[in-house]
């Protein structure tokens, strides 16, 4: 009988996270069920304390999701029907909606080529005398450039909000990303590198005035039981996933050096075979995704053949947000984003979390380069 030597190898595997920390998890979840604190309880005010001293600002306040930190982050900037901000047309389609939600207008700029970060020049290029603020994101855990983009803000009078969703613990000059803007927004959706076990997020910001605006808005509106000064919401970071995040917030330094060593690893075995996103990134990244550049329409092929490998891809963004039904019918029809359309055509991204092995990592390779001469 011949011997199979095909691997499953997840594009993430949270089971495997899970079994190096399971009994922390288990007691952590036991203490609330203990307890019973489900809303807002002791769990969501420890989590926020040490993530706010994790990222160095004063401030922390957890919410439902990554795209309603976005949103209430702006909800509490006041944004409104007829502002105008700035997004990457690389990123996940919430960056944006989070805009939409406060009834403004998001105004697309198009990605570097090298790293696919926004590109700050064409940001500037960008501005009206509609424009409150820009949105930059960490695209795939590398820091933008947040010093030319918060040096245009201050020009124009204009707020910087991060959009940090995919890169938790990420450095710029010895900073950790969440630092730098007028507020920052965290995902901890489940695939993340500091993730959940369900939704939840986080707004970190320096300003005292604008996190008790925050602490309001995710809680209806509520100074105190029953007692409410504006109209708010209901998107408050579950206790449970708070106690959860706060047993992997001590993991999560460790969790991206493994993570930048399984980068490495592939940098070296791919050589310079195949373009890669972000190379001058490789010191500040955490590494959330790793993304190859199959070029000449063979991307789908190579994909396809991976997948039936074993081998568990994806594509981070196969469309890009302004070409989406939703924002073609929201009159985004005419808008060009050469780059960000190229990446959509192109780009794969490759198993990578910190419990991947070598073994893995050179099936993957393997697989990925017996594809590409068969695509
Ligand atoms: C760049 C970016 N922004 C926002 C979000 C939204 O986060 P969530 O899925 O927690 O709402 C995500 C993640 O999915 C993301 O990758």
Redesign the pocket.
């Known amino acids: 009988m011949a011997i199979s030597t095909t691997m499953n190898v997840p594009l993430v595997d949270l089971g495997a996270q899970y079994a190096t920390i399971a009994h922390e998890i288990d007691g952590a979840l036991r203490r609330v069920l203990d307890k019973g604190d489900f809303v807002l309880g002791a769990a969501v005010r420890d989590f926020e304390a040490a993530f706010a001293n994790y990222c160095d600002v004063p401030h922390a306040v957890g919410v439902g999701?990554?795209?309603?930190a976005?949103f209430l982050a702006m909800r509490a900037l006041d944004l409104g029907p007829g502002d105008e901000v700035i997004v990457p047309a690389m990123?996940?389609v919430?960056?944006a909606e989070a805009v939409m939600y406060c009834g403004g207008r998001p105004v697309f700029v198009d990605a570097r080529p090298d790293d696919l970060l926004i590109d700050a020049a064409a940001v500037e290029a960008a501005i009206t005398p509609r424009t409150r603020g820009i949105l930059p994101?960490h695209?795939y855990g590398m820091p933008a450039d947040m010093d030319s983009l918060c040096a245009i803000a201050r020009r124009h009078g204009l707020w910087v909000v991060e959009?940090a969703?995919?890169a938790h613990g990420a450095t710029l000059h010895g900073r950790r990303v969440g630092a730098f803007g007028t507020m920052s927004c965290f995902?901890?959706?489940p695939g993340?590198n500091l993730g959940a076990y369900g939704?939840?997020?986080l707004v970190a910001t320096t300003d005292a005035e604008l996190a008790r605006r925050l602490r309001l808005l995710r809680d209806h509106g509520s100074r105190a039981k029953y007692d409410h000064s504006v109209v708010g919401y209901c998107s408050r970071l579950d206790t449970l996933q708070a106690a959860v995040l706060r047993v992997k917030l001590a993991h999560l330094d460790d969790w991206n050096a493994a993570r930048a060593v399984a980068a490495a690893r592939y940098d070296s075995l791919i050589g310079d075979r195949l373009a890669r996103i972000g190379m001058a990134h490789r010191h500040q990244s955490v590494h959330h995704i790793y993304a190859v550049r199959i070029p000449d329409g063979r991307r789908d092929r190579v994909r396809d053949q991976l997948v039936a490998a074993g081998v568990g891809v994806g594509v981070h963004y196969p469309i890009p947000v302004h070409r989406q039904e939703a924002f073609v019918e929201a009159g985004y029809g005419d808008v060009s984003m050469p780059v960000a359309e190229q990446a959509g055509r192109e780009l794969l991204s490759l198993p990578l979390y910190p419990e991947i092995t070598e073994d893995q990592q050179r099936y993957v390779v393997d697989e990925l380069f017996d594809a590409l001469t068969r695509a």
């Open positions: 999701s990554g795209t309603d976005l990123t996940f919430a960056t994101v695209l959009d969703a995919q995902s901890f959706y993340k939704d939840g997020g």
